[in-house]
């Protein structure tokens, strides 16, 4: 990966303390990335993905494909930072495989090849309380459905 970033510093022109001070991390720790001392973190590849969202995250990570996306191939989707979690909701929870939730006592579910009708399992109202966010640098945020 050392090498598929130093290929990248050049396609960007870019040196490498002026990228450190673009992904906002020490200089030593991209000089000890470059010279195979260290191994990317993580934490690292993450925030160099999210500031270049141009760059091909197959080539970056697995080293197939090109460097960059094509023009018409846009960057994954990331969540909204509106700060209400429940905006838009109906109400309800789209639940595509009910059986993930369901505890052992609420219904006997019947394997899928067998001939026998399956049986509708039996959900019980659960109602969202609070979602709590827990951040790296030691902060939270809470989240409240409306009422």
Known sequence: MNRRLQQFLELEQL??????????????????????????SFEFIQKFLLKFPSVNPDWFLLGKGKPFREQ?????????DNGDLFSGQSGHIDISSPQEIMDDNDAEMI????EEPRTVPRI???????????????????????K
């Open 72 to 80: 018409d191939q846009p960057a994954s989707p990331l969540p909204s």
């Open 111 to 114: 394997p899928e090849d067998s």
């Open 15 to 40: 040196k490498p303390a002026q990228f450190a001070d673009i992904m906002g991390i020490q200089r030593a720790n991209v000089s000890h990335i470059l010279s195979g001392r260290n191994k990317p």
């Open 124 to 146: 019980s109202a659960k109602e969202v309380r609070r979602i709590t966010l827990f951040y790296s640098d030691g902060t939270f945020q809470e989240f409240y459905p409306p």
